[in-house]
T-cell receptor, first 112, second 115 residues
Framework: SQQGEEDPQALSIQEGENATMNCSYK?????LQWYRQNSGRGLVHLIL?????REKHSGRLRVTLDTSKKSSSLLITASRAADTASYFC????????????FGSGTQLTVLP | ETGVTQSPTHLIKTRGQQVTLRCSSQ?????VSWYQQALGQGPQFIFQ???????GRGNFPPRFSGLQFPNYSSELNVNALELDDSALYLC??????????????FGPGTRLTVT
């Protein structure tokens, strides 16, 4: 079953614009992670935000977490064509054996 | 590159056959998790191995089984292959048991096609 659901399913923007992707989940979590996947290859870890954190930055990435709304957002600023990929949020459920539960992803296309 | 390797890269098997996929974890990591990713979907958790013991299992039938070796590398075995087993199989390694939640680092995956 899908714990996290990303929105939108697909997003197409011009190079230089910002891209925002959202993730909603259903139950209490330990932390939430964002991953990138290029064209059916392995997942690249982008950022982890813990349940007691509200915002985190890494380079051009900004992640927010609102545990009261059970939602997170990933902002990519000044996007580049190389950012074209699928982006997944993954939740680490409270009390679980470190099982990551993924949403179905947002397909981001950055047009040059 | 994460340091997690998987073999083989691609595999084609026939329905009813058995398959073994392999994963070498990143240096210093003691835990391996396996995920199945169908086309257009997010990865689904199969199971996790911590210090050679199964430490959690997702909603997969018993014909999906695994092993972890003393060097923390791991195998995923699937018996009686079905067409729906066609997917990208991903393994992820992490360092658990320290009381700190750490990231899971994924390998490049094995693309399995069942015909």
């Amino acid at each position: 079953s899908q714990q996290g659901e990303e929105d939108p399913q697909a997003l197409s923007i011009q190079e230089g614009e910002n891209a925002t992707m959202n993730c909603s989940y259903k139950t209490s979590i330990n932390n939430l992670q964002w991953y990138r996947q290029n064209s059916g290859r392995g997942l690249v870890h982008l950022i982890l935000i813990r349940s007691n954190e509200r915002e985190k930055h890494s380079g051009r990435l900004r992640v927010t977490l609102d545990t009261s709304k059970k939602s997170s957002s990933l902002l990519i600023t000044a996007s580049r064509a190389a950012d074209t990929a699928s982006y997944f949020c993954a939740t680490d459920l409270y009390g679980s054996a470190r099982q990551l539960t993924f949403g179905s992803g947002t397909q981001l296309t950055v047009l040059p | 590159e994460t340091g997690v390797t998987q073999s083989p890269t691609h595999l084609i098997k026939t329905r009813g056959q058995q398959v073994t996929l392999r994963c070498s974890s990143q240096s210093g990591h003691n835990t391996v998790s396996w995920y199945q990713q169908a086309l257009g979907q997010g990865p689904q958790f199969i199971f996790q191995y911590y210090r050679e013991e199964e430490n959690g299992r997702g909603n997969f039938p018993p014909r999906f089984s695994g092993l972890q070796f003393p060097n923390y590398s791991s195998e995923l075995n699937v018996n009686a292959l079905e067409l729906d087993d066609s997917a990208l199989y991903l393994c992820a390694s992490s360092s658990e048991g320290t009381g700190v939640w750490n990231e899971q680092y994924f390998g490049p995956g094995t693309r399995l096609t069942v015909t």
